[in-house]
């Protein structure tokens, strides 16, 4: 195979630099992921896990003892195997949605790989891999204990699975067949009801856009390969049925499914364009290329059979999301991979016309590289340090306070659920109960076995509880949003 990046020492001069960059690539994705779990959703995410682990009880999710069917399993057994390897701390809560960000950039050079062997764009394998690996979205998103990279990746090989039986399909078409239908399962595993529905509907499109009918195998297959697909996804929401029966199918599906997706019920209004800014926002540093590369393939109106599933790939959940009632900015990170395919092929062909472009890509790259690693080590882990309550208990444990029941003022704490597990007051329905005034810390105080308990409480409400003479109050420790007191009813 040519070099992408041309040098003077030929082949082996540059495979040492391709095999350099991977190191690197996987060394900065592994590392820095043990600072403190940030957000509402990673703590959740695993404390849910840690629950299951400890009950030994793979099949139903809880939180706080209660039942937790927001989101099916993929991640908690991720995270319950990572805790018998290293124990229950942030890097087994993350290192699954890490070595799941690089199984997606894996996948995608294995899609350059059957592009190189169909006999064109040189060297594209390299490129396609390499701006994956280097884009903020891929970046961020698998450093992350959440489910967003947890159903990228399933989602990803499915595509690329298809990918390999439109190219050479007609030689041995049941493998990749068999592959794209198991890594649909694994995605609905992963994220539910849009596991299925994406890749087959990206696959739709792509034959629409193609302008070509699927081809008699492949509709055949659709018997076959649904069986391996409800197999895999069988192994988690059997049992959950059989054993939580029309409870889990209503919260679930009706309202983690549709009623998410139709209405803003759970809070996270956006405008119709949202997506329309984040997933080119997602490709940075390469969203100069992205463009030029749609405006290439809109002024020659035809694309190759790649850039056509790519089109297809990443316009199916980008459409999809749009639509819905509820937005965040993970829920379009599947559409990511098919822009970075069109990225990468454009990328390459840059570098195949021009060693100046090679060389300033390839320094783009490394620059990205090196700049997360330094973020890792400097800015990131203060500002999780900030925005996590972790620091706040461990200053509460040295001052012996580890095992007092803790309530929130005026406000949720999500983060306090992974770092004071147990402790937590919460309502009949099993979420954290908020107070709403210190007369109402001092009765829960007074219901405690020591008449003791810990107060996550706003900066801006400190002054009213330390003031409020029906208590005795003790400081403990603030981070940049939130303090945690000891209250003690005075008797």
């Known amino acids: 195979m040519r070099p992408s990046i041309p040098e003077r020492g030929g082949n082996s ?27 509402p959703d990673e703590p959740r995410y695993a404390q849910v896990a840690r629950e299951m682990f400890e009950s030994g009880d793979w099949i139903t999710p809880t939180l706080g003892g209660h039942t937790w069917f927001e989101k099916p399993a993929l991640l908690y057994w991720l995270q319950i195997a990572a805790y018998h390897t290293f124990g229950t701390g942030e890097f087994a809560a993350r290192i699954g949605s890490a070595l799941f960000g690089l199984g997606t950039v894996a996948s995608l050079y294995i899609f350059g790989r059957i592009v190189e062997r169909r006999g064109g764009h040189v060297g594209v394998a390299n490129w396609i891999a390499l701006c994956s690996a280097t884009s903020i979205g891929l970046l961020v998103f698998s450093r992350g204990a959440s489910f967003d990279i947890i159903v990228t990746f399933p989602l990803t090989a499915a595509m690329v699975s298809f990918f390999a039986f439109d190219q050479d399909g007609g030689r041995r ?9 198991f890594f649909v399962g694994v995605a609905v595993l992963a994220k539910g009801l849009v596991g299925g529905v994406f890749p087959l509907a990206s696959v739709a499109l792509f034959y629409l856009v193609s302008q070509k009918p699927p081809p008699r195998r492949f509709f055949v297959s659709l018997i076959w390969g649904a069986l391996i697909a409800c197999g895999v996804a069988a192994l988690w929401y059997v049992p959950m049925y059989l054993r939580h029966g029309y409870e ?30 984040v997933l080119p926002l997602m490709t940075l540093p390469w969203l100069p290329l992205l463009v030029a590369s749609i405006v290439m393939d809109i002024r020659k109106r035809v694309a190759s059979a790649p850039r056509a599933l790519a089109y297809a790939w990443l316009l199916v959940p980008l459409v999809f999301f749009s639509f819905s009632g509820s937005k965040l900015p993970g829920y379009v990170l599947p559409a990511l991979p098919g822009a970075l395919v069109l990225v990468g092929i454009y990328a390459n062909d840059l570098a195949n016309r021009s060693r100046l472009w090679a060389r300033i890509s390839a320094a783009t790259a490394l620059l990205m590289l090196v700049g997360a690693f330094i973020g890792l080590v400097t800015v990131i882990p203060r500002f999780a340090e900030a925005d996590s309550v972790k620091g706040l208990f461990a200053a509460a444990e040295k001052k012996g306070y580890s095992k007092t029941r803790v309530v929130a003022l005026h406000h949720f704490s999500h983060n306090a659920e992974f770092y004071a597990a147990g402790r937590i007051l919460r309502d009949d329905e099993g979420s954290q109960k908020v107070l ?5 810390v001092a009765t829960e105080a007074a219901a405690s076995d020591d008449g003791q308990i810990l107060v996550l409480v706003p900066l801006e409400y400190l002054p009213q ?7 005795r109050t003790e400081f403990i420790a603030e981070n940049s949003e939130t303090a945690l007191v000891a209250a003690t009813r005075s008797n």
């Open 248 to 277: 889990f199918v209503d919260e679930f599906f009706i309202q983690h499914h549709f009623q998410r997706f139709a209405s803003n019920k759970y809070s996270h209004p956006q405008p119709f364009y949202f997506f329309l800014w």
């Open 13 to 39: 001069q540059s495979t040492i630099l391709w095999v350099l960059f991977a190191a690197l690539v996987v060394a900065v994705y592994i590392f820095g992921l043990t600072i403190p779990l940030v957000g």
């Open 465 to 471: 509880l330390m003031n409020f003479s029906p208590l």
């Open 173 to 181: 078409p049941y493998l990749p067949l068999a592959l794209f239908y």
């Open 436 to 440: 709403y005034g210190p007369t109402e």
